[in-house]
């Protein structure tokens, strides 16, 4: 048996004062919308509640599928780091980068930088490179990068032809493990408006048709989700989870973390999904619907 934590979006606050000339770019439009909206709604309040119970349960790894920060600060980049060394050590923690990780080029080369050990492959010891491959028990855990740097009020990724035919022959090389593909937007149809999409995504959708994989988590919507897509033998499962700092009552759902556990073989692999999140504005965590068999 095998357990993988997934949580994603925590968008770590409060946000540091920015200069006037940090605000000078797309960040403007990032600050209003927190100080307008997410910071009332998000909180560490919750964030710190899940992590402490995912801390008490026996979780073998975690995964995180992006949006540490919120508009890519310096200052927010390298707290984050440390907030990283606090949820776990990179042997144990698999991260991958969100779009507002990637508000400004620089923000995303600088958390790049900051965050390498987490995003790093079994064999890439000194640079960060998407896709990469971690094997873990009987996982292959297959991190790609979706995120980029767009204009004000978009918030698209992206998956490239080269992504596609580095992921595919890792998805190739693995087809004896559970394969697990990590990325910061969700890859199927009608998942999010226009200016928040995956640009790729049929390219993502055609790879796993062809090479397969047994799960893909994915994070940026901030709701529950469960949607298939084709893989070369039946559907491939591809969940979503809400922002881990987020508050009850408010538009999307309170903060969630999934766990997965995983028994068997490549001929025959049982998965069972649960999901812990907030269940009031005292920060107590629970159980969230049902245990599935996916």
């Not at 900051?114 to 998407?130: A, K």
Request: charged share 15%; aromatic share 8%.
């Amino acid at each position: 048996m095998y357990q993988l934590a997934h949580f994603s979006d925590p968008h770590l606050g409060p946000l540091p004062k920015p200069s006037l000339g940090q605000l000078l770019s797309k960040r403007l439009t990032g600050y209003v919308n927190w100080k307008r909206n997410r910071g009332k709604s998000f909180s560490d309040l919750y964030l710190n509640a899940l992590i402490s119970d995912l801390s008490d349960q026996q979780i073998d790894h975690i995964a995180l599928t992006g949006d540490l920060v919120n508009i890519a600060l310096p200052e927010e980049t390298r707290l984050a780091g440390i907030w990283l060394q606090r949820l776990g050590t990179p042997d144990h923690v698999s991260l991958v980068p969100g779009n507002h990780d990637a508000y400004t080029a620089s923000g995303l080369r600088n958390a790049l930088l900051q965050w390498r050990p987490y995003m790093l492959g079994d064999q890439n010891s000194d640079t960060s490179t998407y896709p990469y491959l971690r094997r873990r028990g009987p996982m292959a855990i297959i991190g790609c990068s979706s995120a980029i740097t767009t204009l004000p009020f978009m918030a698209t990724g992206s998956f490239s032809k080269a992504q596609e035919d580095a992921t595919a022959r890792l998805l190739q090389q693995t087809r004896d493990c559970f394969r697990v593909v990590l990325i910061h937007h969700p890859p199927f149809p009608g998942a999010t408006p226009f200016h928040k999409r995956l640009i790729g995504a049929q390219r993502f959708r055609n790879m796993i048709a062809e090479h397969g994989a047994d799960l893909v988590l994915h994070g940026h919507t901030h709701i529950h989700s469960h949607q298939n897509i084709a893989g070369p033998t039946g559907d491939v499962p591809v969940i979503g989870v809400p922002s881990a700092s987020n508050g009850p009552g408010h538009k999307t759902p309170a903060g969630c973390y999934n766990i997965f556990t995983v028994q068997g073989n490549s001929d025959d692999w049982q998965v069972s999904w649960q999901k812990r999140g907030v269940l009031d504005t005292a920060g107590t965590i629970g159980p969230v619907g049902q245990d599935i068999m996916l």
